[in-house]
Nanobody
Framework: QVQLVESGGGLVQPGGSLRLSCAAS????????MSWYRQAPGKERELVAL????????NYADSVKGRFAISRDNAKNTVSLQMNGLKPEDTAVYYC???????????WGQGTQVTVSS
């Protein structure tokens, strides 16, 4: 069955770093674009970062440019989000997402909590 399992969330102080990982299984990972979304209480879920299936193109929300970096390892079926210079406003549940335009399929992970606070 399809699975997207996030890990690496937790509590970190402002200015700190955290690395989120997403392990995928049950589908052809290398053919899917992968993204990280986040949702804070009372706010809409927003796209944080995206990486194409090959990995040659990435896109970031303006609020995280220069601080976050998305990467993928198709050999290991994983996608990661390196988060540096964390701010309290980065606090949210972060979700891993897979999308295939060709197959018209998409999958969501269960989410992992990131809390930035002193």
């Amino acid at each position: 069955q399809v699975q997207l399992v996030e890990s690496g969330g937790g509590l970190v102080q402002p200015g700190g770093s955290l690395r989120l990982s997403c392990a995928a299984s049950g589908f052809t990972f290398s053919t899917y674009a992968m993204s990280w979304y986040r949702q804070a209480p009372g706010k809409e879920r927003e796209l944080v970062a995206l990486i194409t299936s090959i990995g040659g193109t990435t896109n970031y929300a303006d609020s995280v440019k220069g601080r976050f970096a998305i990467s993928r390892d198709n050999a290991k079926n994983t996608v990661s989000l390196q988060m540096n210079g964390l701010k309290p406003e980065d606090t949210a549940v972060y979700y891993c997402h897979a999308n295939s335009v060709i197959w018209k399929l998409n999958f969501w992970g269960q989410g992992t909590q990131v809390t930035v606070s002193s």
